[in-house]
């Protein structure tokens, strides 16, 4: 993980006249017959190159939303393009970390990465070289040939982010990826991230509880509030002066982080106020 | 450490005082029945074979604590493994054991062939589970020896009804096991290689399949024990051959020394066909070898 300090430097990124990459437009989801709305009217664009992060309390619909743009479920109304492309189901322009650990574990590290640019039909020479520069890039190059088992939980996460990286998607979609990792680990890993999207050049969504997690990784925060969903704020993290900050002490310095994390935090109280209040 | 003496050669000839070592700890005694302790391979091995030996004390015990008058019918450990050295060595009771292994293999792979495809997908599909779960798991409370009749009727005192019995025994069981093992394939690997752009089909025979297929073959681990048990019931069946023939044959000359003789042989195949089975597991699954310790 040392190599962060190369990006001490601080990386700037390029989102501003970027076409948007989705675009989801009046979504909304239903369960049972319209009883219970996960999604009320929801909207938003998300440009090249921007790392969003769905943030909210349980229940507010951010996953359903992200399983929405990953294809995994249809929504009751609305329509969700990417790329300028309707979704109507999974695929690899749109790829997606899970928070449950999901390398195979009858594959080896290797075969992991690769299995994902099997499916989309690369040649098995290329595969094989892609497979390594990832697993190099994510610092397992020791490990090509172990199983999963024998990997600890952050391990497992970065094979999964090589696999996905690997398959070059358009959108990198991540549900809660940290979460199961102790704090540490978790922590390294955010540095992690942050390097590889700064050198893939990726466009992100990104799910957490964390908000501290959000304020770091993000360019932008769309906070959802609960039961129906809907986005409650759009923020844009002006305060990063269009730069991303590989090093967390360096981003806390910075005029506005705390008036955003204050304002993030109250956010999410008032939510929590009026799930327990009753209403 | 060598650099430090040399620097202070006054200390040449004094007493180094070492520090006195702080008191051991002695930890408190293990008992036999400590809470959740794994013992040692040896001492496993050990207790196993204490527990054969007690069985068969118990058993000896039991031989020469009954009347003389019924003796006869509580063979003692001797009795029973001069029958079986008989049996082998006069009676060609080999055949026997083999004609039971070829009912058994038959049986239960006629079973496998067709509860692995049907328990995949009603494990995988869930309007297949609707369409056949109530029938086949109905069928599962139908008492296997209840066909003897109906088989009998249908085949004849042949081999095809036995192995008919052994099927029919496993079967619907079998099904359900691997529905079950199916079903309790980890959703997001699924739905990770769905989102990497994995057709239906690639994802049931690439993730799916082989993610299911230890606990599959597990299942039928258990389930060839199974098979085992229903053997003599099946050869009972016109019996002329196979170790349940035997049996039926030296009961009716009230010989209890083969009639054990020929129970402890099944026991034993049976544990041979579960070593086997877990054999396999470990050479099929070597990435899955971790689970059992």
Redesign the interface.
Known sequence: MTKIASLHAHASYDVGHAHPVLRAHRISKEYVNGTFTALDDVSFELKENQITAFVGPSGCGKTTMLRIIAGLEHPTRGRLEVSGKPVVGPGPDRGMIFQAYTSFPWLTVLENVEYGMKIIGIPAAERRERAMSFLKLVHLQKFVDSYPRSLSGGMKQRVALARTLAQNPNVLLMDEPFGALDAQVRWEMQELMIELIEREKKTVVAITHDIAEAIYLADRIIFFSRQPGRIKADINLDFKNGKRYPLKEELIKLPGYVDLEYRLFAMMREEIRDASSGE | MRKMTEERPASVGSIVQTPAAAPLFIPPKRRFLELREQPSPNRSLLLGALGVICFFAVWELGHYLTDASSRRFVPSVENVAAALYRLFAEQDFLTDVLVSCRRIFISFLAASAIALPIGILMGCFGNMRALLNPTLSGCRYLPAASFIPLLLVWFGPTDTAKIALLFLGVIFFLISLILDNTNAV?K??V????????SRR?VLT??VV??AMPAIVDSMRNMIAVAWTYLVIAEIVGAQDGIGAVMMRAGRFLSVDVIMASILTIGLLGVITDLLFRAASRLL????I?RRS
């Open positions: 980890q997001e690997l739905e990770a290689s769905l989102t990497m752009g994995a690639k690439g993730v082989p993610a699954f070597p990435w899955n971790e």
